[in-house]
C-alpha cells in the first residue's frame, strides 16, 4: 500500500520480488557492449562544433543543460542510495562493512572509467564516447533493480561507476574544446548552476523513496534518468573534437597525451590537490550516514534532509567560487579554499562529541570550501591542453578516484561514535593541498584569468 514501507525481508520472499536469472551473470559485460553499440549506431555524419562562438543561445542552454546532467551521473551514482546502507545489509544479509565495500567499488569504477574514456575522446571524438556513458550508466543502474545476490550488486555499481566517470570526464573535456579560460569559468559555473542541486536533489529522493518503496527502486527511478538524457543527447548533441585535432588511437599516441600533460607542473600539482581534497570529502561520505543515524538517531528520512542540506552547501560554495573568479586570481582563491576547508576539519576534531547542530556547522562548512574551487581547478589545470582535454580530464580523475579506492581502508577504520576522526583526516588533506597549492602549483607563476590570455601569454 502507498505510503506503507515494504519490510526488506518481505520484499526479498514477496511476489513482486524478482527471482535470480542467468542474464544477471552477465551484466557488467552486456551493459558494456550494449552502450558501445547504441553510442557508435546513434553517431551521425561530420557536423562538428569545436567553439563556443558557434553556438547560438539555444545551443549553448541545451549544452548547458548536457554538460550539466552528464556531470551529474557521478552524485547520482553515490548520494541517492547512501540512506539505505542498513537496508542493503539487511536484504544481502551482509555487515555493514560489506555494504560499504560497495562504495569502494563505485570509486574503482569511477577510476577506470576516466582512465579509459578521456584518451579514447581524445582518439574518436566526444559524441560517442558520452552515448555510451549514458546509455551504459541507465542500463547499469536499471539492472540493479533486478539483482537479488551481493556478488552481482557489486560488480554493477562497478559499471555504474564505470560509466559515471566517463560520462563526467568527456563532458568537462566538451568544456575545454568550447572554452578556455575565463569564458571556461563562465561556462562551468553556468555548468554548476545546475549540476551543483544534484548533490541536493540525490539524497532527497532516494532517503524518500526508501521510506516508501523498497531500495531497488532508488535505482530504478535513476536508471530512467539517465536514459531519457540519452535519448535526448542523440538529438541535440553535437561532435566539439574535429578529426584534424584528434589523436592518434594507438597505445602510443595515447601514451603521448598522458606524457604531454604530465610535464605541466602546475597541472600535477592540480592533480594532486584534487585529488587530496576529494579523498577529504569521501571520508566525509564514508562516514555520514552510520554517524548522523547510529550515533545521533536520525531516521533514514532526518539523514536525507541533512545530507541535502550539506549538499546545498556544496552548490553554494561553486557559486561563491565562480563569483570570487570575477575579482580575484583564480589560483590564490584555491589557496584561501584549502586553508578555509582545513579549518573545518580542526573545528570538527575540537567539537567532538557535541549536538548533531554542531558537527553540521562544520560538514557544512567543509563541503562548502570542497565546492569553491570547482571551476578553478579544472580550469586552470585543463589551460594548456586543449588537444589532449579528454586525457588531462581523465588523468585527473583517475587520480582522484584512485587515491579514495586506496583511503577506502582508511574510511573503514574512522570511528562513527564521533566527528574526531573524520575532522583529523579532512584536516590532513586540505592542509597538504595548501603544500601542494604553493611549492608545486606555485600560483605567482599562473596567468590572471580576468585578463586576456594571449595579452597574458605575450607578457
Known sequence: MLGTRLPVQ??????VAVRPCSSTRGAAGATILLAVALSFRLTPGSRVIDSGDQLNRKMLVIYIFIVAFSISLIPYTIDPYLPAFPQI???FGVPNGTVQASLAGVTIGLAFGQLVSGPMSDAFGRRPLLLMAMFGFAASAIALFFVTEIEYFLILRFTMGFFAASADVVSRAVVRD?????????????????????PIIGPIVGSQLVTVFPWQSIFLTFGFFGLALAIASTFFLVETLPKAQRRSSTPLGLARGYVSVLKDRAYVGLLIVSALQLSALFGYLNTVSYLYQDTFKLSPAEFGIWFAVNSA???????FGGLMAKYFKAQWMLVVYSVAGSLAGLYLMFTAGNSILIAEIGFFILVFFFGAPATGIPTLALLNHGSEAGTAASLMGVTNFTMTSIMSVVYASLSITSTFDVGLLIFSFFALSVLSLIFIVRPWTLPDLRKPLEAEEAH
Do not use: H, N, T, Y
Not at 10 to 15: G, I, L, R, W
Not at 181 to 187: E, I, N, R
Open 10 to 15: 518481505d520484499f526479498a520472499k514477496s511476489d
Open 89 to 91: 545489509g539487511e536484504f
Open 178 to 198: 568550447l572554452f578556455r579560460g575565463q569564458p571556461m569559468l563562465k561556462m562551468l559555473s553556468r555548468v554548476f548552476l545546475i549540476q551543483g542541486l544534484s
Open 313 to 319: 552547501a556544496l552548490w553554494m560554495g561553486v557559486q
